[in-house]
């Protein structure tokens, strides 16, 4: 099965950035978009952003637009996330998400991995 492994997560103050990464062992049909998710204590797994393996075609969560970027590296199977402005309210665990077509829903991706704590504290 397609394996996700994400990293560069870690403590940060508010204000602050980090960039986290997702390497995929790698890319099938099953996983043609991939997707980054965060899920805080006590709350729902929430959507924060999506691409496409080919094309590229990127999709954000209002919450972090204009702060989130993700993009994707074709020849080492890796998506990013860089995270600027921080607020406390990111801190969550973030987790890469494979699926077979660009939509928020994390019920619809197959393919997860074990996750990156990102803590935005002073």
């Known amino acids: 099965q397609v394996q996700l492994v994400e990293s560069g997560g870690g403590l940060v103050q508010p204000g602050g950035s980090l960039r986290l990464s997702c390497t995929a062992s790698i890319r099938t049909f099953s996983n043609s978009v991939m997707g980054w998710f965060r899920q805080a204590p006590g709350k729902e797994r929430e959507f924060v952003a999506a691409i496409t393996w080919l094309g590229g075609g990127t999709t954000y969560a209002d919450s972090v637009k204009g702060r989130f970027t993700i993009s994707r590296d074709n020849a080492k199977n890796t998506v990013y996330l860089q995270l600027n402005s921080l607020k406390p309210e990111d801190t969550a665990v973030y987790y890469c998400?494979?699926?077979?077509?660009?939509?928020?829903?994390?019920?619809?991706?197959?393919?997860w991995g074990q996750g990156t704590q990102v803590t935005v504290s002073s």
């Open positions: 998400a494979g699926n077979q077509i660009l939509t928020t829903s994390w019920a619809r991706y197959d393919h």
